[in-house]
């Protein structure tokens, strides 16, 4: 079955740590995306890819950094610069980015501070 | 961004009735897309619409778009227990390309 593969399911962070949090994709798409999560908010947008090798930041970067070295993956980590990290993350898909073509969601990561 | 709202926030509903939420936006879009959230879950997308349509159906989900209005509304007849849930709009700009999510309805359907 084609999807999206995000884990680990519930993560925690302690005070001045670095986490990354996993995104796989078997759709062979081109585009990727992170969102954020807020209780009572819609989602933001932390960073998206178009293609392999390029990222852009999106309303929400600070405190977080990606990398996509291959198609398939496209890590997000949550470093001790974002001071309130706690929520809930999505990583998405679609075929191109931005686009008439609906974006494919994993199943989230659940970040909390200890 | 939050450029779309939905309408309302929250919404119970016995099972077999009809539920409709409302989402409205602020600047001009390529399209309107509708997705579903289940309570811990990742999104799952419903129904795309383009500026130029003004309905679109799919199953038991009908979407209008009255891009005069700049608003949207969903309906899903005979809802069943499997439709609670949040519904969420997002609108692809037509100025910046980026997709904006609404806050979301909750629905409730009682059996």
């Known amino acids: 079955d084609g999807g999206i593969t995000q884990s680990p399911k519930y993560l925690f962070r302690k005070e001045g740590q670095n986490v990354t949090l996993s995104c796989e994709q078997n759709?062979?798409?081109?585009?990727m995306y992170w969102y954020r999560q807020d209780p009572g908010q819609g989602l933001r947008l932390i960073y998206y890819?178009?293609?392999?090798?390029?990222?852009q930041k999106g309303d929400i970067a600070e405190g977080y950094s990606v990398s996509r070295e291959k198609k398939e993956s496209f890590p997000l980590t949550v470093t001790s610069a974002q001071k309130n990290p706690t929520a809930f993350y999505l990583c998405?898909?679609?075929?191109?980015?931005?686009?008439?073509?609906?974006?494919?969601f994993g199943d989230g990561t659940r970040l909390s501070i200890l | 961004s939050q450029q779309g709202e939905e309408d309302p926030q929250a919404l119970s509903i016995q099972e077999g009735e009809n539920a409709t939420m409302n989402c409205s936006y602020k600047?001009?879009?390529?399209?309107l897309q509708w997705y579903r959230q289940n309570s811990g879950r990742g999104l799952v997308h419903l129904i795309l619409?383009?500026?130029?349509?003004r309905e679109k159906h799919s199953g038991r989900l009908r979407v209008t778009l009255d891009t005069s209005k700049k608003s949207s509304s969903l309906l899903i007849t005979a809802s069943r227990a499997a439709d609670t849930a949040s519904y969420f709009c997002?609108?692809?700009?037509?100025?910046?390309?980026?997709?904006?999510f609404g806050a979301g309805t909750t629905v409730t359907v009682r059996a």
């Open positions: 600047t001009s879009i390529n399209n």
């Open positions: 998405a898909s679609s075929t191109r980015i931005f686009s008439n073509q609906p974006q494919h």
């Open positions: 619409i383009r500026s130029n349509e």
């Open positions: 890819s178009q293609i392999v090798n390029d990222f």
């Open positions: 759709l062979n798409h081109d585009a």
């Open positions: 997002a609108t692809l700009g037509s100025n910046d390309y980026k997709l904006s």
